[in-house]
């Protein structure tokens, strides 16, 4: 078992291990100082979870209540998000109850913007369960919804009390949910020199969960205590991200999010070779590792389409827009960029 702990502005406890589920009510208690627990969960991540947790919660004298939502990007909403705390109002919850997110970085989302907003704010425990959701998505204080137009348009900064990373549950993944979570490792390894880019293309992730999700989590911590509220280091976490919510939006949303970062890292470092950022081996070392883990991908829309998404992006600010450039593998920067200039590193990173 691993510990990664963050010192945003609040502290708490990132655990790497295995069989939280079981004992998820004993993990819980030291957070409690009311009687009530909402978790929150998915269809699909419920009847593999869900019910254990509920149960040893419930054996440790919780009242529980649970609120599923159909899985899928589709249910990060305004009216998911309003159905839940409705589902909290009815429950009788206070400030002193928590919320527990069960599932991936799609429920983690919708989950902590929930505990945020909720009477301004009450506890919230992160149990990810998908590769994505232990690597990124559960940690940071990050959180939020999409709007009709705009990925993440609606959200806040709000750190959970603790986050339990059950590496079981990572073994009934399906492969695409798999490769969805390897990309944002792959991304991780892009922009800290730490070893792990070497570590994954030697072996597979999944054959070192332990030390590569801690691994991870440790870069993570370190941009969130350098800059907690996004406004200027942890910017380098969005490598691949600009076009890449770009390509989600693009396709319905019917390209997860890692397939679409990949694509998007993979586009901005062939764009970055043509403007003479990085060198060409540079470009083909991330995009053999991409191949090896399935996620090499045309950028297959073209740059109009791309740039309406990219336009209404959060990234955006007063008609500029930063884009995260690799120089090498371990190495990369923020440029701040004309939003007509986009359109030129997008071309140039193979959009039609």
Request: charged share 25%; proline share 2%.
């Amino acid at each position: 078992m691993n510990v990664v702990t963050v010192n945003a502005s609040k502290k708490y406890d990132v655990v790497i291990g295995t069989g939280f589920i079981d004992v998820l009510g004993d993990k819980v208690a030291p957070f409690m100082s009311g009687k009530k627990i909402m978790v929150v969960s998915d269809d699909k991540v419920f009847p593999l979870y869900g019910e254990r947790a509920v149960t040893s919660l419930k054996n440790a004298g919780y009242i529980v209540t649970s609120f599923l939502f159909p899985s899928g990007e589709e249910s990060k909403n305004i009216s998911t998000y309003s159905k839940i705390v409705e589902a909290m109002f009815d429950a009788e919850m206070t400030r002193k109850d928590i919320v527990v997110g069960i599932g991936g970085g799609v429920v983690t989302d919708i989950a902590g913007f929930a505990a945020a907003t909720y009477q301004r704010g009450i506890g919230l425990i992160m149990v990810p369960t998908s590769l994505l959701a232990a690597v990124d998505a559960s940690v940071g204080g990050k959180n939020g919804i999409n709007l009709s137009r705009g990925k993440n348009q609606v959200g806040s900064f709000y750190q959970p009390s603790a986050v339990f990373c059950d590496i079981e549950t990572l073994w009934t993944l399906p492969e695409e949910e798999y490769t969805n979570g390897c990309a944002e490792i792959i991304k991780y390894s892009m922009i800290v020199d730490n070893g792990m880019f070497d570590l994954i293309r030697d072996k597979d992730i999944k054959d070192q969960y332990e030390d590569i999700i801690t691994k991870c989590i440790t870069i993570k911590r370190d941009f969130v205590e350098a800059d907690e509220f996004d406004n200027g280091k942890r910017m380098m976490l969005n490598f691949g991200h600009t076009i890449g919510h770009a390509v989600e939006a693009c396709s319905g949303y019917t390209v997860p999010h890692g397939r679409a970062v990949a694509i998007g890292m993979s586009a901005i470092t062939k764009a970055a070779v043509v403007n003479g950022y990085c060198t060409e081996d540079t470009r083909m070392q991330l995009d053999e590792l991409l191949e090896q883990y399935n996620l090499l991908d045309d950028l297959k829309y073209s740059a109009d389409d791309l740039m309406d998404k990219i336009k209404v992006d959060k990234k955006n600010s007063s008609g500029m827009l930063r884009i995260v450039i690799p120089k090498q593998i371990g190495s990369c920067w923020i440029k701040e960029i004309y939003k007509e200039e986009c359109h030129k590193w997008i071309v140039l990173g193979g959009a039609r």
